[in-house]
């Protein structure tokens, strides 16, 4: 079945150590995406990409970075994890057919922990 | 900037029994898109539904219909005859589309489904 999938299931880290976590699709979609999702809050939308067009959130702090080298992986950077980093973080596809009517994607998450 | 409010927390439905979920959005867009998705304990997020805001009626996919009112800026989702795999935490999402990309959606904070059995 074409999905997506996010590796690892569980990441933990410590303080100020880089970590990457990644993400992979079997559906050709044009258009990725990365969210975090802490407890109790609504996911969060840090940047996507439009083909190879990085497009960055406003409010994405600088210790998120990402990268898309083919279609099918995007991968999350965390240069510098705090302990304020410890979330969920999904990943998402979608088809950009003209509509925005086309649903998201997404992968289980990767759950990050920060020690 | 648009916000997606979902005021309840958690609900709690007795299975076969019918269930809605609210959710309000704040928007100055006349054109745009609302979801419901639904995410399973240790589960991926999996749409549930979608309205387009131009269309008047109500979307419907089996058991899950909304409730879509654009003057209220409200977007609720009925569950009939709910079931134990019904059981999840629900998102209520916007999507404005701007016709150069694909932009994310805005999410709420989601809601808290339980069935009893």
């Known amino acids: 079945d074409a999905m997506v999938i996010q590796n690892p299931r569980y990441q933990v880290t410590q303080f100020g150590k880089p970590v990457t976590l990644s993400c992979s699709q079997t559906l050709n979609h044009n258009v990725m995406y990365w969210y975090q999702q802490k407890s109790s809050q609504a996911p969060k939308l840090l940047f996507h990409y439009y083909d190879k067009d990085f497009n960055n959130e406003a409010d994405t702090p600088d210790n998120f970075q990402s990268r898309r080298p083919n279609t099918s992986f995007c991968f999350l950077d965390i240069r510098s994890p705090g302990l304020g980093d410890a979330a969920m973080y999904l990943c998402a596809t979608s088809r950009d057919t003209g509509q925005g009517n086309s649903p998201l994607h997404f992968g289980n998450g990767t759950r990050l922990t920060v020690t | 900037a648009q916000t997606v409010t979902q005021s309840q927390p958690e609900m709690s439905v007795q299975e076969a029994e019918t269930v809605t979920l609210s959710c309000t959005y704040d928007t100055s867009e006349s054109d745009y898109y609302l979801f419901w998705y639904k995410q399973p304990p240790s589960r991926q997020m999996i749409l549930v539904i979608r309205q387009e805001a131009y269309k008047q009626q109500n979307a419907t996919e089996n058991r899950f219909s909304v409730n879509f009112q654009k003057a209220a800026k409200s977007f609720s989702l009925k569950i009939s005859d709910s079931q134990l795999g019904d059981a999840a935490m629900y998102f209520c999402?916007?999507?404005?589309?701007?016709?150069?990309?694909?932009?994310?959606?805005?999410f709420g904070k989601g809601t808290h489904l339980i069935i009893q059995p």
């Open positions: 999402a916007y999507r404005v589309y701007s016709g150069g990309g694909a932009d994310g959606l805005t």
